[in-house]
């Protein structure tokens, strides 16, 4: 698996899947972060790691993006943190091979707009006594694509959506390198 990692903010999940990869846990080569956002610390990460970088002057145009791709010579692609939508000429080229990771039990509290703070205080809105995380395969919209793997975490009364957004993305850091596992094998 040549993997390309796709994020466009802090980049902790891209972090957790470089760290399982440098343990053994997932045998997987990170070829290259893409990112949308030239000052993303998941670039400087991804730099710290040795691993090429390409921020892109414009997200929505797929031939730059598949010549990144093809530059690499990526054959996998995990979104992480990526708040941009994968032009339909880049799912068609990478069809079945591209997964995201949402901070939510999905199909419940996903879609456009639905992301960071605002999924978290939606689900505490709701009442909802779980939630958790979702690997699911990308289609050209957003969070729509078949599920994966999901992780369930407690919802606790005194939650905020910082101290939920905590839990889940802790939960996000095991599950994202046990989902490409699966796709490795
Ligand atoms: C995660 O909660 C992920 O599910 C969502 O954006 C957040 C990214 O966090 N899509 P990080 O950049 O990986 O730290």
């Known amino acids: 698996m040549r993997l390309a990692l796709f ?12 760290d399982a990869i440098r343990r053994g846990e997932l045998r997987a080569e990170p070829v290259l972060l893409v990112s949308n956002k030239p000052g993303a610390r998941a670039l400087a990460r991804a730099r710290d790691a040795g691993i ?17 791709l093809r530059e690499a010579d990526a054959d996998f692609v995990a979104l992480a943190g990526y708040l941009k939508r994968i032009p339909r000429e ?7 091979r591209i997964v995201n990771i949402h ?12 992301y960071g703070r605002r999924v978290h205080e939606a689900v505490l809105a709701s009442g909802a006594k779980e939630s958790g995380a979702t690997v699911h395969l990308v289609d050209d919209d957003y969070d729509t694509g078949p599920i994966v793997m999901q992780r369930a975490v407690p919802v606790e009364l005194a939650d905020t959506p910082e101290t939920l957004a905590a ?16 796709f490795m094998e």
Request: overall charge negative.
């Open 167 to 182: 839990r889940v993305l802790k939960a996000e850091h095991a599950l994202y390198p046990e989902a490409l596992r699966l």
């Open 52 to 68: 090429a970088t390409a921020t892109l002057r414009d997200a929505d145009d797929a031939r730059e993006i598949l010549a990144a």
């Open 103 to 114: 901070p939510s039990l999905l199909p419940a509290f996903g879609g456009a707009g639905m």
């Open 90 to 96: 880049v799912v068609v080229a990478f069809s079945g």
């Open 7 to 18: 994020a466009s903010g802090g980049g902790s999940n891209a972090q957790a899947i470089l």
